[in-house]
């Protein structure tokens, strides 16, 4: 092994704060930064490291000499070895701290930003059972846990639906329950199982690319819509219209039952023909009155409370009066520029997704949005002063990019437009300071805001309100 990467192990070591990607902080007795991804900001552990680098470790803790008190019990029984909820045993509250703690640092740190006084954290009111997609993976060798390595008892079912061990592409651990997405979420997918073994339904195999059943994908809406898709690998008419039809009758709430058929390399649904079995090709969600229609390849934000908070704080941002062009950057699916449209003069979306676009004019139509115009293309190629003339000088500018952020060129023409205002959403703070550091010169940040889409993890929104020097 070499020097660079030996193992070393430090004790009593006082974890002192949590940072980037969840990951919680220490120091060692050298002075390094080590990374932890099993304590919580107040442990004092002894810590193995498994990396090390000119100016920090990454380790794990071995042993834990004081438990802090910002800790609460998981209450997930997969919590430890499943990587969807890495803060669980952190308080809730806490867990917002940290994560407004995190925008600022990158806002001011990264950014070298003057920000005003930041409004606090909006958290999440359901702390679980807040997501309305889940997808699950079936495997025919499970992922199995130390205890059941270390006590060599019979393994039983080698089966597993569940979900992907971090790191690990052709790794699924079982999931008996799961928090994240509220029933009848996790009675679909144990029936499911259920069913699939005690009919020798074959789960798939990534590394031989051999079996039946390959994901399972279920979606939610406040509507009480329930949408539920099967990825098979082949084709087997017999099993499955047998697994299809039991669901939709143990199941008669499912409003929208479909399936594909993948026989490609990777479980990619977006170049496949997804065939509706029983229902409609689609549910709908609702948001203020408004209705957007969401089929199996449709991107709508996973926590639908929350995004309805974020929407809210996004059209409080940008005042507007009615007399306003808005444009809506990178606009998906245009849900951000159908809700503040009523408050708008009129509103022009932008996106790089065609189905996208198709979905954001067809929820348009439905919602009898006549204010609203969509185009579709590279945000960087698009948005040039031939589309500025053509559809007109923005007043306003809400811009909601992925998160590796705006390209250089959109953010040179947002500053040769000039527009009084932007609102900037951001699911990654450190690429949002980036940006907003190339338009310091221009704007003056007036407004801070972070939203917690996502409990018990790291992730955190942030809306951010620049108005004209």
Known sequence: MSRRNKKQVFTNVEVIDAGAKGKTIAKAADGKVIFLSNAVPGDVVDVQTFKKRKTYYEGKALAFHKLSDKRTTPVCEHFGTCGGCKWQDMDYQHQLFYKQKEVVNNLTRLGHLELPEVTPILGSENEYFYRN?????????????????????????KNALGFHIPGMWDKILDIKKCHLQADPSNAIRNAVKDFAVKHNLVFFNTRNQTGFLRTLMIRTSSTGDIMVMIQFF????????????????????ITSLQYVINE????????????????QDHIFEDMEGLKFKINAKSFYQTNSDQAYQLYKITRDYAGLTGDEL??????????????????????IGVEAVPDAILAAKENAQLNDIENVAFYVGDMKNVFNNTFIKTHGQPDVIITDPPRDGMHKDVVAQILNIAPKKIVYVSCNSATQARDLALMKDSYKITKVRPVDMFPQTHHVENVVLLERI
Request: with cysteine; charged share 35%; aromatic share 14%.
């Open 234 to 253: 082949k084709e087997d008419k017999a099993n499955r219209e047998l697994l299809l039809d039991f669901l939709a009758e143990t199941f008669p709430e």
């Open 264 to 279: 490609k390399a990777n479980d990619t649904i977006y170049d496949q023909e997804v065939i509706c079995y029983k229902g």
């Open 326 to 347: 808005v444009y809506d950057l990178y606009t998906g699916t245009g849900t951000i520029a159908q809700f503040v449209a009523k408050q708008a003069k009129k509103v």
């Open 133 to 157: 997609k889940m997808e699950f993976s079936f495997s025919d060798s499970r992922w199995l846990t130390l205890e059941e390595i270390k006590f060599d008892e019979d393994l039983g079912d």
